[in-house]
């Protein structure tokens, strides 16, 4: 794997996580992107999926969103254009970059688009298996950012991990069955 490269493009999402107009803030990094590198790399090996790419489409998948808070609706379309860019100013070769911005495009799970490549369901899975495994981040967003009361917040909660767990493979459901399931119990009304 590319090392430098990958650095260069970590460097550029986490600039953007820090910056002012990012209204995530920094956690979006430090508890969606970090830890869902680890996990698509580990879904990488599982699969004998290209790590290079599925690192890359991890660091860029939201960038557009975390750039732009106008293109979160659609951050997956304007994402894969982001990454075409970057990836064509560090002058990644053009069959990678198509394979990032696949994975990319078909990462969200409130938009089902169909994984063709072990890359595309090894970022879906992560992006996926790191709302479930970095729980925190979820209420945070409910209960901090969104000021959602109590039940509401549960039921959004709740309604995202239930969309996350059907995107995901059956690798991917294999790697976190165990904490989605006692997620998922504690959510019960």
Same mark, same amino acid.
């Given at each position: ?29 430090? !508890? %969606? $992107? ?8 580990? /879904? #990488? ?6 790590? @290079? =790419? ?20 659609? !951050? %997956? $379309? ?8 970057? /990836? #064509? ?6 069959? @990678? =970059? ?92």
């Amino acid at each position: 794997m590319d090392s430098e490269l990958i650095q260069r493009i970590s460097t550029i999402i986490e600039d953007a996580c820090k910056a002012e107009t990012n209204t995530f803030g920094y956690g979006i990094w430090s !508890h %969606h $992107i970090l830890p869902m590198i680890s996990i698509a790399q580990e /879904l #990488a090996d599982r699969t004998n999926a290209a790590k @290079k =790419i599925v690192t890359l489409a991890v660091l860029l998948h939201d960038y557009a969103g975390i750039k732009d808070q106008e293109l979160v609706e659609e !951050h %997956h $379309i304007w994402g894969a254009k982001e990454a075409e860019i970057i /990836l #064509a100013n560090e002058n990644l070769d053009e069959e @990678k =970059i198509e394979q990032v911005k696949k994975c990319i495009l078909a990462h969200r799970g409130s938009v089902i688009i169909e994984k063709t490549t072990e890359e595309e369901k090894c970022v879906a899975d992560a992006d996926a298996i790191v709302h479930i495994d970095q729980l925190a981040s979820l209420f945070y967003l409910v209960y901090g950012d969104r000021g959602m009361d109590v039940d509401e917040g549960r039921r959004w909660v709740k309604d995202k991990l239930t969309r996350d767990w059907e995107k995901m493979s059956e690798n991917g459901r294999n790697m976190i069955k165990k904490k989605y399931d006692c997620i998922m119990e504690l959510l019960e009304e």
